[in-house]
């Protein structure tokens, strides 16, 4: 059972334009979210994150959006560069699941981004 | 400052032969994990520890152990290979969380390709 769900498994943008990932999920347990990106042959990086008491968190081209009543998050990257081109998994954390940052991961969505 | 490192990069094992993947961290971080990476599937847990000397099971913990006897290394063990553990194998690291803060953000290592034959 998928508790996080990234239903767009690649999405292509034009440089400049606003590239909106999206990322759904079912456990109403999850109080805190954070999105990954991954380029080929690397390790995830982290990106950008949000607590389940926000709707909003800004970080420079990076937005992430949470609406907790449609368990719904996405993430926003205006302007696109090409440099964004890559795979970015959204990952969930539950509420008391103990001390550690026990995570949950969407299944990635690969963005291109093209000239 | 290196981060978290994973050795080796690539394997081919035959059905049967076991292995140990090592990760280290040089950030002194308290927590470790070891991921899983399968098309359309993500990525998921493995064992995670939550300091030295300790760890415990994730969402998918069959067929592997793990230790980890000092701080900065976390050890993966196959040891009886099968197929289905071919995959792409990812360590990651944390701080531990702070009073009254979340420091949830996982440092990855670069993966590790290993098929099974």
């Known amino acids: 059972d998928q508790q996080v769900k990234q239903n767009s498994p690649s999405l292509s943008v034009q440089e400049g334009r606003i590239s909106i990932l999206n990322c759904d999920y079912t456990n109403s347990m999850f109080d805190y979210f954070l999105w990954y990106k991954k380029y080929p042959a690397e390790g995830p990086t982290f990106l950008i994150s949000?607590?389940?008491?926000?709707d909003k968190n800004e970080d420079g081209r990076f937005t992430v959006f949470l609406n907790k009543s449609a368990k719904h998050l996405s993430l926003h990257i205006v302007p696109s560069q090409p440099g964004d081109s890559a795979v970015y998994f959204c990952?969930?954390?539950?509420?008391?699941?103990?001390?550690?940052?026990?995570?949950?991961f969407g299944t990635g969505t690969r963005l291109q981004v093209t000239l | 400052n290196a981060g978290v490192t994973q050795t080796p990069k690539f394997r081919v094992l035959k059905t049967g032969q076991s292995m140990t993947l090592l990760c280290a961290q040089d950030?002194?971080?308290?927590?470790m994990y070891w991921y899983r990476q399968d098309p359309g599937m993500g990525l998921r847990l493995i064992h995670y520890?939550?300091?030295?000397?300790?760890?415990a099971k994730g969402e998918v913990p069959d067929g592997y152990n793990v230790s980890r006897l000092k701080k900065q290394n976390f050890l993966l063990g196959l040891e009886s290979a099968a197929p289905s553990q071919t995959s792409v194998y990812f360590c990651?690291?944390?701080?531990?969380?702070?009073?009254?803060?979340?420091?949830?953000?996982?440092?990855f290592g670069p993966g590790t390709r290993l098929t099974v034959l």
């Open positions: 520890s939550v300091g030295e000397g300790t760890t």
């Open positions: 990651a690291s944390s701080y531990q969380r702070l009073a009254g803060g979340r420091t949830d953000t996982q440092y």
């Open positions: 949000i607590s389940s008491i926000k």
């Open positions: 950030m002194n971080h308290e927590y």
């Open positions: 990952a969930a954390r539950g509420f008391n699941t103990g001390t550690a940052s026990k995570l949950t």
